[in-house]
C-alpha cells in the first residue's frame, strides 16, 4: 500500500559507505531490525540504506543473512596505489592481532611488504598520542572521540551532548598525520582496520590529507587470498613503530583508551565509563545532561569494542579474540625511539541535520496508516517488531515518512491473505461447507445456501441434518483421502468433492450444481466413455451371473437394476 502524499525518500541509485547487493536482498528486515538507528528503508520490498541517517556503524553487515548489505570497497584503490609506485605506507589498527593472532601476528608486516607496502606500521602510535592529548583536555563529563560511528550517532542524533566530545581526532587521523610527517607528504598512508565508519572519516573535510585510503580486515585477506600470499610462507617481521605501545595496544578492546590512560577503570569508578554496544550507547545518551555525573565516558559503537567490527570476516568468537589481542599486547617489544608527539591532533564537530527524512509526522497522518492496515483498534497494534520497528506507531511513522511499507507489517498480510481467503470462498459459485472434527457444520457459502435451499441457521448441527455422510465419514476412517462423486437429493443432482485438512482438522466440502447444466461435445464424450464402461461391468455382471446357480438370479437382476437407475439418475432432467 502506498501513502503517495508523504514525502518519498530519494532513492536514486549512488554508492554509499554501506550499501545493498538488491539481488541478495530477501525481504526479511532484519537489518531494519538491527540498525540502532534505523538508517533503512524499504520500497517494493528492498531495503536500502539511507546514507544521511546512516551512522556507518556496520551492524546490518553483519547481521544481514544473505550477505546483501556489504562496506564499499577501496580495494582496486590500493592496488592503483601500490602499483603506480607512490611510496606507501600502512598503518594497521591494533585489534589485527585479534584477526591474526598467536604466529600469525608476526608474520603480517612481511605480508604486507609482499602486497607492495614500502613501510608498515601499528595504528597503536596514534592511540597512544590521541590518549595523552585527550587527557589534557578533559574537563567535568568529557566524552572521547576515537570512534568515529560513536560521533556520527553524536553529530546527527544527540547534537546536545557536543559540546561534551573531546575535540581530538581518532588514532587514525592522528597516526596518518605522523606517518605523512615521518616520511613525507608525498608518502600515501593506507589504514587497515575492521571499521566500516573509517571510510567516511577518511574524507571528513577536517582530516583532509591525513588518509589516502582505507581497507577493511576482510577486504586485506581478500587481497591476500588473490595475491596467493600464506602468512605460513612469510617471514617473521616486525612493525615500523616506536615507543613503548603496550598499553595502546590494547586500545580496540572496551576501556582500552582508558587503559593506555593509566586511568583505573574496572568498573567500579564513579566518575569514569567506559561502554560498549549500540544498546548502551543509546540508553546512556537517552538521559539529561545534568544526570551524566561522570569525568570521562569512553563509548563504543561495536559490542565488545573495535575486534568485533564488521570489517572482521573470521569465526572465531569475541571471547578468543580478546585474548589474543591481551597476549599480543603483552610479548610486543619496546623501541627505545620515541614517538614525535608535535602532531596537529585537534579536531571539530558539528550537528548534521537529520530533519529531511525525520520530519514530525502529525496524529492524522498516523492515524491513516492505522486505519489502512486495520489497526484504528488499539488491541490490534500487537508491536510484534517482525516489521523491524519496536512498536506499530514507529512503523506507521516510518509508512508516513517514505521509509517503510504498509506490506512490512506480518500480522496486516496475514489478515489481508485471510480475507481475501474468505472473498474468494463467499464469491464461488459453487458451494463450499467446512466441518469440525466431528462433522458439525463451521460454515456455509452463499452458493451452498441456496443450492441447498437453507441459511446461516444450520451451523453448528451436524451434517447429516441436510445430507448423507458417507463421504465424510469414509475420510474419517482413513479408507480415502479424498472423496468424490455424483448424488441426487431434494431434486437436485450434485457433484459432491470432500477433502480433510489435517493442520486444521477440518472437512471441506465442495459441491456443484449439475442439475441444469449443459455439456458440450468433450463433456458428452466423456460421459458417453463413463456410460460405456458401466454398461459393459453390467454385461460382464449379467453373463458371469447367468452361468450360476438359479438361486443367484435374483442377486444379479437386482444388481443389474441398481446400475441401470443409476445411468437413468446420470441423466435425469
Given at each position: 500500500?502506498k501513502f503517495s502524499q508523504y514525502p518519498a525518500v530519494n532513492t536514486e541509485k549512488k554508492v554509499n559507505t554501506i550499501y545493498t547487493v538488491a539481488a541478495n536482498c530477501q525481504d526479511?528486515?532484519?537489518?531494519?531490525?538491527?540498525?540502532?538507528?534505523?538508517?533503512?528503508?524499504?520500497?517494493?520490498?528492498?531495503?536500502?540504506?539511507?546514507?544521511?541517517?546512516?551512522?556507518?556503524?556496520?551492524?546490518?553487515?553483519?547481521?544481514?543473512?544473505?550477505?546483501?548489505?556489504?562496506?564499499?570497497?577501496?580495494?582496486?584503490?590500493?592496488?592503483?596505489?601500490?602499483?603506480?609506485?607512490?611510496?606507501?605506507?600502512?598503518?594497521?589498527?591494533?585489534?589485527?592481532?585479534?584477526?591474526?593472532?598467536?604466529?600469525?601476528?608476526?608474520?603480517?608486516?612481511?605480508?604486507?611488504?609482499?602486497?607492495?607496502?614500502?613501510?608498515?606500521?601499528?595504528?597503536?602510535?596514534?592511540?597512544?598520542?590521541?590518549?595523552?592529548?585527550?587527557?589534557?583536555?578533559?574537563?567535568?563529563?568529557?566524552?572521547?572521540?576515537?570512534?568515529?560511528?560513536?560521533?556520527?550517532?553524536?553529530?546527527?542524533?544527540?547534537?546536545?551532548?557536543?559540546?561534551?566530545?573531546?575535540?581530538?581526532?581518532?588514532?587514525?587521523?592522528?597516526?596518518?598525520?605522523?606517518?605523512?610527517?615521518?616520511?613525507?607528504?608525498?608518502?600515501?598512508?593506507?589504514?587497515?582496520?575492521?571499521?566500516?565508519?573509517?571510510?567516511?572519516?577518511?574524507?571528513?573535510?577536517?582530516?583532509?590529507?591525513?588518509?589516502?585510503?582505507?581497507?577493511?580486515?576482510?577486504?586485506?585477506?581478500?587481497?591476500?587470498?588473490?595475491?596467493?600470499?600464506?602468512?605460513?610462507?612469510?617471514?617473521?617481521?616486525?612493525?615500523?613503530?616506536?615507543?613503548?605501545?603496550?598499553?595502546?595496544?590494547?586500545?580496540?578492546?572496551?576501556?582500552?583508551?582508558?587503559?593506555?590512560?593509566?586511568?583505573?577503570?574496572?568498573?567500579?569508578?564513579?566518575?569514569?565509563?567506559?561502554?560498549?554496544?549500540?544498546?548502551?550507547?543509546?540508553?546512556?545518551?537517552?538521559?539529561?545532561?545534568?544526570?551524566?555525573?561522570?569525568?570521562?565516558?569512553?563509548?563504543?559503537?561495536?559490542?565488545?569494542?573495535?575486534?568485533?567490527?564488521?570489517?572482521?570476516?573470521?569465526?572465531?568468537?569475541?571471547?578468543?579474540?580478546?585474548?589474543?589481542?591481551?597476549?599480543?599486547?603483552?610479548?610486543?617489544?619496546?623501541?627505545?625511539?620515541?614517538?614525535?608527539?608535535?602532531?596537529?591532533?585537534?579536531?571539530?564537530?558539528?550537528?548534521?541535520?537529520?530533519?529531511?527524512?525525520?520530519?514530525?509526522?502529525?496524529?492524522?497522518?498516523?492515524?491513516?496508516?492505522?486505519?489502512?492496515?486495520?489497526?484504528?483498534?488499539?488491541?490490534?497494534?500487537?508491536?510484534?517488531?517482525?516489521?523491524?520497528?519496536?512498536?506499530?506507531?514507529?512503523?506507521?511513522?516510518?509508512?508516513?515518512?517514505?521509509?517503510?511499507?504498509?506490506?512490512?507489517?506480518?500480522?496486516?498480510?496475514?489478515?489481508?491473505?485471510?480475507?481475501?481467503?474468505?472473498?474468494?470462498?463467499?464469491?464461488?459459485?459453487?458451494?463450499?461447507?467446512?466441518?469440525?472434527?466431528?462433522?458439525?457444520?463451521?460454515?456455509?457459502?452463499?452458493?451452498?445456501?441456496?443450492?441447498?435451499?437453507?441459511?446461516?441457521?444450520?451451523?453448528?448441527?451436524?451434517?447429516?441434518?441436510?445430507?448423507?455422510?458417507?463421504?465424510?465419514?469414509?475420510?474419517?476412517?482413513?479408507?480415502a483421502d479424498k472423496y468424490e462423486a455424483i448424488k441426487t437429493r431434494h431434486g437436485i443432482k450434485y457433484h459432491e468433492q470432500i477433502y480433510f485438512l489435517s493442520d486444521e482438522q477440518?472437512?471441506?466440502?465442495?459441491?456443484?450444481?449439475?442439475?441444469?447444466?449443459?455439456?458440450?461435445?468433450?463433456?458428452?464424450?466423456?460421459?458417453?466413455?463413463?456410460?460405456?464402461?458401466?454398461?459393459?461391468?453390467?454385461?460382464?455382471?449379467?453373463?458371469?451371473?447367468?452361468?450360476?446357480?438359479?438361486?443367484?438370479?435374483?442377486?444379479?437382476?437386482?444388481?443389474?437394476?441398481?446400475?441401470?437407475?443409476?445411468?437413468?439418475?446420470?441423466?435425469?432432467?
Amino acid at each position: 500500500m502506498k501513502f503517495s502524499q508523504y514525502p518519498a525518500v530519494n532513492t536514486e541509485k549512488k554508492v554509499n559507505t554501506i550499501y545493498t547487493v538488491a539481488a541478495n536482498c530477501q525481504d526479511c528486515y532484519r537489518c531494519l531490525r538491527v540498525c540502532p538507528v534505523k538508517a533503512i528503508s524499504v520500497h517494493n520490498g528492498q531495503a536500502r540504506v539511507e546514507d544521511e541517517l546512516c551512522i556507518k556503524c556496520g551492524t546490518c553487515v553483519k547481521e544481514c543473512p544473505q550477505h546483501a548489505k556489504t562496506i564499499r570497497t577501496s580495494l582496486e584503490a590500493v592496488k592503483s596505489i601500490i602499483s603506480s609506485g607512490t611510496k606507501a605506507a600502512a598503518s594497521v589498527a591494533p585489534s589485527f592481532a585479534a584477526v591474526y593472532g598467536g604466529w600469525q601476528s608476526t608474520r603480517l608486516p612481511s605480508a604486507l611488504k609482499r602486497l607492495g607496502f614500502d613501510y608498515v606500521s601499528e595504528t597503536a602510535e596514534g592511540a597512544k598520542l590521541v590518549t595523552e592529548e585527550s587527557l589534557k583536555l578533559t574537563k567535568e563529563c568529557s566524552i572521547c572521540t576515537t570512534c568515529p560511528a560513536f560521533v556520527n550517532y553524536i553529530e546527527k542524533y544527540c547534537p546536545e551532548y557536543l559540546d561534551m566530545l573531546i575535540p581530538i581526532v581518532s588514532p587514525m587521523v592522528a597516526h596518518g598525520r605522523l606517518l605523512k610527517k615521518r616520511l613525507g607528504d608525498d608518502c600515501a598512508v593506507v589504514f587497515i582496520g575492521p571499521c566500516a565508519a573509517k571510510k567516511e572519516e577518511a574524507a571528513w573535510p577536517g582530516n583532509k590529507g591525513a588518509i589516502d585510503a582505507v581497507l577493511t580486515f576482510s577486504e586485506l585477506q581478500k587481497w591476500l587470498d588473490d595475491e596467493g600470499i600464506e602468512l605460513s610462507d612469510c617471514d617473521d617481521g616486525e612493525f615500523e613503530s616506536f615507543g613503548n605501545l603496550e598499553k595502546a595496544r590494547l586500545f580496540p578492546l572496551q576501556g582500552g583508551m582508558l587503559k593506555t590512560g593509566n586511568l583505573d577503570c574496572d568498573g567500579t569508578n564513579y566518575d569514569v565509563v567506559h561502554i560498549s554496544g549500540s544498546e548502551d550507547v543509546i540508553e546512556m545518551f537517552g538521559m539529561d545532561k545534568q544526570d551524566l555525573a561522570f569525568t570521562v565516558i569512553e563509548a563504543m559503537f561495536c559490542k565488545g569494542g573495535c575486534i568485533n567490527g564488521p570489517g572482521i570476516n573470521i569465526e572465531k568468537n569475541i571471547f578468543l579474540r580478546k585474548q589474543n589481542v591481551i597476549e599480543y599486547a603483552a610479548k610486543s617489544n619496546i623501541k627505545e625511539s620515541s614517538i614525535q608527539t608535535d602532531i596537529d591532533c585537534g579536531a571539530g564537530f558539528q550537528r548534521h541535520n537529520v530533519d529531511s527524512l525525520l520530519a514530525e509526522v502529525d496524529e492524522n497522518r498516523i492515524n491513516q496508516v492505522f486505519e489502512a492496515t486495520g489497526k484504528s483498534n488499539p488491541e490490534l497494534q500487537l508491536n510484534c517488531g517482525a516489521c523491524g520497528y519496536s512498536s506499530c506507531r514507529d512503523n506507521a511513522i516510518a509508512v508516513a515518512r517514505g521509509l517503510a511499507e504498509a506490506e512490512m507489517c506480518i500480522p496486516y498480510m496475514r489478515r489481508l491473505a485471510m480475507q481475501n481467503t474468505d472473498k474468494i470462498i463467499e464469491a464461488s459459485p459453487n458451494g463450499v461447507i467446512i466441518l469440525d472434527k466431528d462433522m458439525h457444520i463451521l460454515n456455509i457459502n452463499p452458493a451452498f445456501q441456496t443450492m441447498f435451499t437453507c441459511n446461516n441457521g444450520i451451523l453448528g448441527r451436524h451434517i447429516t441434518y441436510l445430507l448423507d455422510s458417507d463421504g465424510y465419514e469414509k475420510l474419517a476412517d482413513g479408507s480415502a483421502d479424498k472423496y468424490e462423486a455424483i448424488k441426487t437429493r431434494h431434486g437436485i443432482k450434485y457433484h459432491e468433492q470432500i477433502y480433510f485438512l489435517s493442520d486444521e482438522q477440518q472437512y471441506v466440502g465442495m459441491y456443484t450444481d449439475l442439475s441444469k447444466m449443459k455439456f458440450d461435445d468433450t463433456q458428452i464424450d466423456l460421459i458417453k466413455k463413463n456410460t460405456i464402461e458401466q454398461a459393459k461391468e453390467l454385461l460382464d455382471h449379467q453373463i458371469r451371473f447367468s452361468q450360476e446357480m438359479a438361486h443367484f438370479l435374483g442377486k444379479s437382476t437386482a444388481r443389474s437394476e441398481g446400475l441401470v437407475k443409476q445411468l437413468m439418475e446420470l441423466y435425469d432432467e
